[in-house]
């Protein structure tokens, strides 16, 4: 078998734990937009934004900040919560 055949077995056998969730449908809409922009599933987009989420908490918990610079500039510090 080679390594990729091994690797895709490996994350085939990790347990997985399956959850329900109710969502607003304007949040339902956000996360199909999210998801086609991603070109991903749904529960692949969620798990990217939990990813997502999960780093600038944790660079704003270490005192760093996030900053989004647009175009011509103008910068914007992300706060959370």
Do not use: C, W
């Not at 399956?18 to 449908?25: G, N, V």
Request: charged letters at 30%.
């Amino acid at each position: 078998m080679n390594d990729i055949s091994e690797e895709k077995k490996i994350i085939s056998e990790e347990k997985k734990i399956r959850i329900t969730a109710d969502f607003h449908p304007d949040a339902y809409a956000v996360l199909n937009r999210v998801a086609d922009m991603l070109h991903t599933s749904k529960a692949d987009a969620l798990r990217r934004a939990l990813g997502l989420i999960d780093y600038i908490l944790t660079i704003q918990s270490n005192g760093s900040e996030l900053i989004i610079e647009e175009k011509g500039g103008k910068r914007t510090v992300i706060k959370t919560f």
